[in-house]
Antibody
Framework: EVQLLESGGDLVQPGGSLRLSCAAS????????MSWVRQAPGKGLEWVST????????FYADSVKGRFTISRDTSKSTLFLQMNSLRADDTAVYFC?????????????WGQGTLVTVSS | DIQMTQSPSSLSASVGDRVTITCRAS??????LAWYQQKSEKAPKSLIY???SLESGVPSRFSGSGSGTDFTLTISGLQPEDFGTYYC?????????FGQGTKLEIK
């Protein structure tokens, strides 16, 4: 069974940093592209970032480019999102998602999400 | 960026009804479209991919159609557990974009 478990969400002040993790199990982590998607309270889904299976290619939404960094550790089957210079509008539940296989495919499996709150 | 527009934004239907949700892309996306169901801002669930392929384990009352810019999600024979918010998403090109969502209420 595919399982994705996010962690690392917290209350952080504007300008602060946070690192989210997504522990994957039940599949060969090395062969799937992965993404982060967020949802602000009461709002819709917003794609944040994607990384290919080998960690060589990354993509970012304009709203986070230059502030967020996606990465993966194949030895730990874990996806990361390093978030710097956080702003109030980054407040959201952050979901990690596994693609069907490669980059240009849909999000087949999702984690339960972790809440990031940016507030002073 | 490709804009995805869903309609309606909300609807109320009865058990057994046939429900249709539409999604329009601001430019052609071939068949690179998925539909997701989300309940109470929990983890979204994939229903349909490649516009018309049913995700494994999803009931056959869900179906998708369309190509290019116009797409449809149909639920034939609505069930009580089908309440929630439905989102379309294009993955033809970055940035990936979602529709604004359609909230489905069961009468």
């Amino acid at each position: 069974e595919v399982q994705l478990l996010e962690s690392g969400g917290d209350l952080v002040q504007p300008g602060g940093s946070l690192r989210l993790s997504c522990a994957a199990s039940g599949f060969n982590f090395n062969t799937y592209a992965m993404s982060w998607v967020r949802q602000a309270p009461g709002k819709g889904l917003e794609w944040v970032s994607t990384i290919d299976s080998r960690g060589l290619r990354t993509f970012y939404a304009d709203s986070v480019k230059g502030r967020f960094t996606i990465s993966r550790d194949t030895s730990k089957s874990t996806l990361f999102l390093q978030m710097n210079s956080l702003r109030a509008d980054d407040t959201a539940v952050y979901f990690c998602a596994r693609h069907q296989a490669t980059l240009n495919e849909h999000f087949q499996h999702w984690g339960q999400g972790t809440l990031v709150t940016v507030s002073s | 960026d490709i804009q995805m527009t869903q309609s309606p934004s909300s609807l109320s239907a009865s058990v057994g009804d046939r429900v249709t949700i539409t999604c329009r892309a601001s430019q052609g996306i071939r068949n690179s479209l998925a539909w997701y169901q989300q309940k109470s801002e929990k983890a979204p669930k994939s229903l349909i991919y490649s516009a018309s392929s049913l995700e494994s384990g999803v009931p056959s009352r869900f179906s998708g159609s369309g190509s290019g810019t116009d797409f449809t999600l149909t639920i034939s024979g609505l069930q009580p557990e089908d309440f929630g918010t439905y989102y379309c998403q294009q993955y033809n090109s970055y940035p990936y974009t979602f529709g604004q969502g359609t909230k489905l209420e069961i009468k």
